[in-house]
Nanobody, 115 residues
Framework: QVQLVESGGGLVQPGGSLGLSCAAS????????MSWYRQAPGKQRELVAT???????TYADSVKDRFTISRDNPKNTVYLQMNSLKPEDTAVYYC?????????WGQGTQVTVSS
């Protein structure tokens, strides 16, 4: 069984910064992809950023140059640094880990960007 525990959400003003973290525990393949998704009210869940165990990253166009995904492999932890936040970044952010034979989600953490 794999568990993902997210932390770091909250309220921030437009233009501000916020960092999220997600610690994974359990039987996780060394070869995996860790990702952040988000879901705003009334919208579908969307992919924000991904990072492989080798460090390759991809980003949604809407967050490119503002968000940075990183990871600590020995700790099975993934991070999302969010800068220049906009009201449209408001959503519940979910951590995901995928590997052959497994696909797991965190419980979600709320990020609200508002003045």
């Amino acid at each position: 069984q794999v568990q993902l525990v997210e932390s770091g959400g909250g309220l921030v003003q437009p233009g501000g910064s916020l960092g999220l973290s997600c610690a994974a525990s359990g039987s996780i393949s060394r070869v995996n992809v860790m990702s952040w998704y988000r879901q705003a009210p009334g919208k579908q869940r969307e992919l924000v950023a991904t990072i492989t165990n080798g460090g390759s990253t991809t980003y949604a166009d809407s967050v490119k140059d503002r968000f940075t995904i990183s990871r600590d492999n020995p700790k099975n932890t993934v991070y999302l640094q969010m800068n220049s936040l906009k009201p449209e970044d408001t959503a519940v952010y979910y951590c995901n880990v995928w590997f052959l034979g497994g696909n797991y989600w965190g419980q979600g953490t709320q990020v609200t960007v508002s003045s």
